[in-house]
Structure formats: C-alpha cells, structure tokens
C-alpha cells in the first residue's frame, strides 16, 4: 500500500505559477504509475496529468498542456506538478494519485490510491 499526501496549493493571481508536491510512503513508490486530478466546484473530477514510473513517459489533459509539467523522483518518493501561466479556470482541487498497474491512463477507476487533495485558486 502507499499513502499520498499533496501540498502546495494556495492563492494566486491569473498568470502566476504554483508547484504542488506528492509525497508518497512505502519502499516501492518507483513501482507506481502516477497522476494528477482536479475537481472544480460543481464540476466532476477530472484528469490533468500522469507519469510513468520510470518518468520517461508523460500525458497532459489539453487544458494544460504547455503549461503544467509532471515529473516525479523515486529517490524521495515525490512526484510534482509545475503549474505555469494558471488561469482562473484551473482553480479547483487536485488530487495525485497512484497505481500498482502497469498504466493509469486517465481513468479514475484504474487508480488505487489517492490523496487527500490541495486547494488552488486562482483569481482574476
């Protein structure tokens, strides 16, 4: 089993840049796929961005891609979302998340492990 725990979140202004961390127990954390998810107020959760568990490999939701950057490091069982040029639309919570299958992809029901979440708002 592994436990996650997010941090990083907080109030900016549109344009500014946030970098929410995951930190992840257990000695096989490289063994995970990993991905990051938000949900909006009054909206369902959905998928933002994943990474292999080698790094090598990453997704984005077309929403942020070319603005936000998933990277993880096995060696302190963190993985990382850079979030760049934040519009008020990407306020919400995110969540990372972590599977034991080979990929995750951006079905939420494939993940098996979640965090509790952290609160971004971004303001216009």
């Known amino acids: 089993q592994v436990q996650l725990v997010e941090s990083g979140g907080g109030l900016v202004q549109a344009g500014g840049s946030l970098r929410l961390s995951c930190g992840a127990s257990?000695?096989?954390?490289?063994?995970?796929?990993m991905g990051w998810f938000r949900q909006a107020p009054g909206k369902e959760r959905e998928f933002v961005a994943t990474i292999t568990w080698s790094g090598g490999s990453t997704n984005y939701a077309t929403s942020v891609k070319g603005r936000f950057t998933i990277s993880r490091d096995n060696g302190k069982n963190t993985v990382t979302l850079q979030m760049n040029s934040l519009k008020p639309e990407d306020t919400a919570v995110y969540y990372c998340?972590?599977?034991?299958?080979?990929?995750?992809?951006?079905?939420?029901?494939?993940?098996?492990?979640w965090g509790q979440g952290t609160q971004v708002t971004v303001s216009s």
């Open positions: 257990g000695r096989t954390f490289s063994r995970y796929f």
């Open positions: 998340a972590a599977t034991e299958r080979p990929y995750g992809g951006t079905d939420q029901s494939k993940y098996d492990y």
